[in-house]
């Protein structure tokens, strides 16, 4: 697969909203998991929640979002990053590591419970970068 770089958004508690009115929008096949599908959240009113949701229209236009969980400060108007994802482990560590030296890790890159390895970082202009290698290259 070769690695993508999509648009992340986030909300407060209405992706699942927002997500299917994009679908109206775009058509195409939208996926949405819950923070309890991925035992994600210690805290039960998230578990209805979207931790992951991705719309891939037809035409090729593919864009992810997910809800801010509670202990997360949420402002709109910041509520957008970019997301690195593919199966090219080599190239994807490269990425985030350039992209976090001079910035923040903010999640470090290891294994995700959905099975890929995942992490976020801030670059040093404050852009907030989200890095996920698909769990496949592990086995190849």
């Known amino acids: 697969m070769q690695t993508r770089l999509n648009p992340y958004l986030s909300f407060r508690d209405n ?24 035992h994600a959240s210690e805290d039960p009113s998230e578990n209805n929640k979207v931790m992951h949701a991705q719309l891939e229209a037809e035409n090729g236009i593919i864009f992810m979002a997910s809800d801010t969980p509670n202990s997360m400060e949420y402002k709109p108007g910041t509520n957008i990053s970019m997301s690195l994802s593919g ?10 590591e350039k992209l ?16 890929d390895t995942f992490g976020m970082c801030a ?3 404050g ?9 496949k290259s592990e086995a190849a």
């Open 15 to 38: 992706a699942r909203q927002a997500m299917e009115f994009y679908k109206t929008v775009f058509g195409g096949k939208l996926d949405i998991n819950t923070f309890e599908q991925f």
């Open 87 to 96: 199966d090219n482990e080599t190239e994807l560590r490269g990425y985030y």
């Open 127 to 135: 852009i907030n970068w989200m890095v996920n290698i698909s769990g």
């Open 100 to 115: 976090s030296a001079g910035g923040a890790v903010t999640m470090p890159l290891e294994k995700a419970p959905w099975g």
């Open 123 to 125: 670059d040093q202009f």
